[in-house]
C-alpha cells in the first residue's frame, strides 16, 4: 500500500506572525479538517507557530548554522529525502527562490508579495534591481516546472505574469468573522479613524497624515465639523518619524500611535472605530476584510488587492493616485461615514478562509 506523504508548506523564516503566516495556517486547519496530513516546513519558527492554531500542527525545523549557503544546504538535504514536490507549497517570494535553488520542481506556490511590494520599491539602486531581475529568473524556473501559483487578486496576477511570465491562479482570501459580530456604527460626536498595520513606510501612514493636515487647513477645519481622532495599532520602525511628522502638522494632539495592541484591546477598538484606513500599497488586504465584516466601512488604495471586489459598495472608498488624491477621498470617506449612507446596504460578496483554502488545495490538485 502506498502512502501518501504529507504537504508540506515552506516558510523560510517565520520571524513574526503576519498576514502570510496566517495563510498559510488556515490551509494547514482546512487540510487537517479534511484527513489530508500536513505539516510546517521552516528554517526556524522564532514565534512558535503552534500557540496560533487549534489543531495538531507539525512544525519541521531545520535550524541550519551559518547562512544562506547553509540554509540551502539545509533544505536540498530535506528536499533529497523523498519529498514528493507536488505536495510541496512554499508561502512567498523568498520561499520560491529558495527552493528553486535547492533543486524543487513540480512545486506549488502561495504568492503573496512580488518585488513591487517589497519595502525598497520606490527606492531601489541599480545593483537591487539588476538582482531582483536575477532573482525573478531563477524563480520563474521553478515556478513554470509543473506546479500552480497561487495569487489574491488581479494586482499580483499582472505582477506574476510581468516577473516570472506565468499566468497565476487567482483564489480571493478572506478575514475572520469578528468576535464581536456584525454592527453598524452611529456617529455621535467623536469620529474614529484606525489603521492596523506595521508602522513602515510602504503602509504609506505619511499619506493619513499629510491628508489629516491638509483637510485641517480647509476654510472650515476638519476638525470643526467632526472630532476626529486616528488611532494606529502596530509596531514598526517608522513610529517616531510619524509622530515627529504629526506633530510638525499640528495634529498630534489627534494622532495617537499605540503600539502592539493585545487581542482584546483589538476588539475594542474596532468597537468605537467608525472609519478603517489603508492606503497601502498590497497584494490584498485581510484587515479591510475583516473591518468590513465588523460593520466599518473601509478607505483604501486602488494599488490594494481587496480593492477588485470593493469598487462598487457603499461599504468602500477606493482612490487613486498620490497623497494629493486621498485627500478629497479620505474627506468624502469621513462624510459619508458620518451621514450613515453605507446603512442597511449588503456587504459585498468576501470568501472565508475555508473557502479560500478549498479553492488552494483543489488548484493543487490535493482534493
Not at 85 to 114: E, K, N, W
Not at 198 to 208: A, F, L, P
Not at 301 to 319: C, K, M, Q
Request: with cysteine; proline share 4%; glycine share 8%.
Amino acid at each position: 500500500m502506498t502512502t501518501v506523504p504529507p504537504v508540506e508548506i515552506f516558510i523560510a523564516e517565520v520571524e513574526a506572525f503576519g498576514g502570510a503566516e496566517r495563510a498559510d495556517l488556515a490551509l494547514s486547519r482546512w487540510l487537517y479538517e479534511h484527513g489530508i496530513a500536513n505539516r510546517i516546513l521552516t528554517y526556524r519558527d522564532s514565534v512558535g507557530l503552534s500557540k496560533y492554531v487549534s489543531h495538531p500542527l507539525e512544525v519541521v525545523a531545520l535550524n541550519p548554522g551559518g547562512g544562506f549557503r547553509s540554509k540551502l544546504a539545509a533544505l536540498k538535504q530535506h528536499f533529497a529525502g523523498g519529498s514528493e514536490q507536488s505536495r510541496l507549497i512554499v508561502s512567498g517570494y523568498q520561499p520560491a527562490l529558495h527552493a528553486t535553488l535547492a533543486g524543487a520542481r513540480g512545486f506549488h506556490c502561495l504568492m503573496h508579495d512580488t518585488p513591487a511590494l517589497f519595502s525598497d520599491a520606490a527606492h531601489r539602486t541599480l545593483k537591487a534591481k539588476l538582482r531582483i531581475q536575477l532573482q525573478n529568473f531563477l524563480i520563474a524556473r521553478g515556478l513554470r516546472s509543473g506546479g500552480t501559483t497561487i495569487v489574491t487578486s488581479e494586482f499580483l496576477r499582472r505582477e506574476c505574469r510581468k516577473d516570472f511570465g506565468i499566468d497565476a491562479k487567482i483564489a480571493r482570501m478572506g478575514g475572520l468573522p469578528s468576535a464581536d459580530g456584525f454592527h453598524e456604527r452611529v456617529y455621535s460626536e467623536t469620529l474614529n479613524l484606525l489603521s492596523v498595520s506595521r508602522i513602515e513606510r510602504n503602509k504609506r501612514i505619511d499619506w493619513m497624515l499629510q491628508s489629516l493636515a491638509a483637510l485641517e487647513q480647509d476654510t472650515t477645519p476638519l476638525s470643526s465639523r467632526f472630532d476626529w481622532h486616528l488611532r494606529l495599532a502596530g509596531k514598526g520602525s517608522q513610529i517616531d518619524v510619524l509622530r515627529t511628522m504629526a506633530e510638525s502638522l499640528g495634529i498630534a494632539q489627534r494622532v495617537h500611535f499605540l503600539g502592539f495592541v493585545s487581542d482584546e484591546d483589538l476588539r475594542q477598538l474596532i468597537r468605537e472605530s467608525h472609519l478603517f484606513l489603508m492606503p497601502a500599497l498590497q497584494g490584498f488586504g485581510i484587515p479591510a476584510v475583516e473591518a468590513l465584516q465588523s460593520g466599518m466601512p473601509v478607505l483604501l488604495h486602488r494599488e490594494s488587492g481587496v480593492s477588485d471586489i470593493l469598487l462598487d459598495t457603499p461599504w468602500a472608498t477606493v482612490f487613486e493616485g498620490g497623497v494629493e488624491a486621498m485627500t478629497p477621498a479620505l474627506r468624502q470617506a469621513m462624510f459619508s461615514t458620518a451621514e450613515g449612507r453605507h446603512f442597511g446596504q449588503p456587504l459585498p460578496p468576501i470568501n472565508s478562509e475555508e473557502e479560500w483554502a478549498e479553492r488552494v488545495a483543489k488548484l493543487c490538485h490535493w482534493v
